[in-house]
């Protein structure tokens, strides 16, 4: 088995326990992780995420860890997450898939095509819009999770996990946990809204 494999089955054993921990189990929070990471492995849960949709995302994966490491619901600040952040990000996913996949089918389109410049031979300059944005999160928002999670990934990267850079940015399934996190937002602000205007 490769790198890549390998990488492949612990990353979705690590990400299944983390989705099995969003239930709340207090102290037996680390256990109840080990257990589900344990479980994904030897019944074959692991392997069969890694077929249906491929490479996780180092990002992703790093989410999972942060999660098993520290409960959201113990230390809500660890990983801070805007509404604008969501949406911006859910957006740019979106036209980024169908422009790699040429959903939209013309010249622009292809021009657009920004999956080729995360190769090796493509990268420098998407190596330094990564520095930037780095920058700029760690000074501005002070962010520093997300600088974390863009090193994690270009390391990833560049000892050869992904062919390309952007599989290590963002994949997939975190774009579907995205969508997800975003309409329960929507809901709550309708929700907390609504409340708003009965008590007026």
Known sequence: MNLTASYGLLAYALIFAALCTTIRFGIFHARAGLFATLVALAVGIAPGLNG?????????????????AYPHYKYPQLVQIKFWALVSFTLFAILFYLLYLQIINSDISVALNLYNFGYANNALA????????????????????????????VILWKVGVYNNLWD????????????LVLIKEVFIKIKLAKLIVNKK
């Not at 249906?52 to 098993?68: D, E, N, R, V, Y």
């Open 126 to 153: 998407m190596l330094l819009v990564l520095l930037f944005s780095g920058i700029i999160l760690y000074y501005y928002k002070n962010y520093d999770f997300w600088v974390i999670c863009i090193l994690f990934d």
């Open 52 to 68: 249906i949709f491929g490479l996780p995302s180092g990002t992703l994966l790093l989410l999972a860890i942060t999660h098993l």
């Open 168 to 179: 290590a940015l963002f994949c997939t399934p975190l774009l579907v946990f995205t969508l």
